[in-house]
């Protein structure tokens, strides 16, 4: 994981949009991530697209990658990025756990 955190850190120097934009694009893939999820339990309306479990898991990662390039626009250091996702975590275990 390290060695694409640096890869992902890389391509994020090279990112020509804005931090808008990459907000933009970020909505775009989580909308995306929504498409593939209704296509693969062939909600009403969607089925059509034959999407399958493959997309939905390609979609997550476009998010992910998106979300990251973000984050390394505005700071480029992992030991941030660590510490906020530890203290996300932390919520996020307080509020499954109750």
Sequence with gaps: ???LIQQIKQMSALEKKTLEQMGLKLSEESGEVSQAIL???KA???AY????LNDVKEECVDVMLIAFAL???????EEELTAL??????????????
């Design 49 to 52: 697209k034959e999407l399958g």
């Design 44 to 46: 009403s309306g969607n």
């Design 39 to 41: 296509s693969y339990v």
């Design 85 to 98: 996702m530890t203290k996300k975590m932390g919520k996020w275990k307080e509020k499954v756990s109750n």
């Design 1 to 3: 994981m390290e060695k």
């Design 71 to 77: 984050f390394f626009t505005l700071s480029d250091s």
